[in-house]
């Protein structure tokens, strides 16, 4: 048996995904999109979530049946107010990795992880084929009523 995640567990998700980080003394604040949205500005947070929807017994204590879910997030960042698009994009992927590192609590709508080491992916670079902005990628095993 399998089920999705609901639209009020994705807009819980988008909500609770950080976008504003700060550097020195120049904050930059990303748009955040779905990944089926168009890109128009830098920096920007791309989400998507795969609903594989797959049972997951991790909740022992409590006896509650999650399903299994992955989020994936793109930082993309180029060069801009005095700070390097790596720079910017790897500080705003930190700030998403820490964020999301509290979601051992559940988000509103029973979104949770359940350990951060091993739900939260190393962040790594995928590139881009727009010379001059960084492409960094989280992948997240998200978990869901």
Aim: negative net charge; charged residues 15%; aromatic residues 6%.
């Amino acid at each position: 048996m399998s089920r999705m995640i609901s639209d009020l567990q994705k807009r819980e998700v988008f909500k609770a995904i950080p976008a504003s980080v700060t550097i020195g003394e120049t904050t930059a604040t990303a748009s955040k999109i779905w990944s089926n949205q168009k890109l128009t500005s830098y920096p920007s947070i791309t989400l998507n979530i795969f609903q594989d929807g797959i049972q997951h017994y991790s909740d022992v204590v409590d006896g509650v049946l999650y399903y299994q879910a992955t989020l994936t997030v793109h930082v993309l960042a180029e060069t801009s107010q005095g700070l390097s698009g790596v720079v910017l994009a790897e500080t705003l992927a930190g700030v998403i990795a820490a964020g999301i590192e509290t979601w051992v609590t559940p988000l509103t709508g029973d979104v949770r992880i359940f350990d951060q080491e091993s739900d939260i992916s190393s962040i790594r670079s995928l590139g881009t084929s727009v010379e001059g902005v960084t492409d960094l990628v989280l992948s997240i095993k998200i978990y869901h009523l």
